[in-house]
């Protein structure tokens, strides 16, 4: 289930205008629906705990010491809309990395 969402983001960053995708708080929405319809369908938190350790891995990455969602934190260490996408693309492939899950 990681590989698919994981692969979707990827999709998505790739190209963003495809997907109506223009900062990071877009990816946050498709990422909330995506995990919603997740736990409706199969009642499984395997994503949830996923992008609970990926705001973890942001709060260490950018040494923030506020209790800010990962969004909130990437667009407060961005450029704009453009530079959340950058950051976020950046940050996610590290997580990825860092969680060994190849795309």
Known sequence: MIG???ELIQN???KPGLFM???VEDIQYIVFGYISAMQINMNDSELTDFMSGFREFVLLDLNCKED???CRIIRFYSSGDKGSLDLFS???NQYLAFK???V
């Open 90 to 92: 950046k940050l996610f």
């Open 12 to 14: 998505i960053l790739r």
């Open 68 to 70: 800010f969602d990962w």
């Open 100 to 102: 060994k899950i190849l």
């Open 21 to 23: 995708v223009s900062k």
């Open 4 to 6: 698919r969402f994981s």
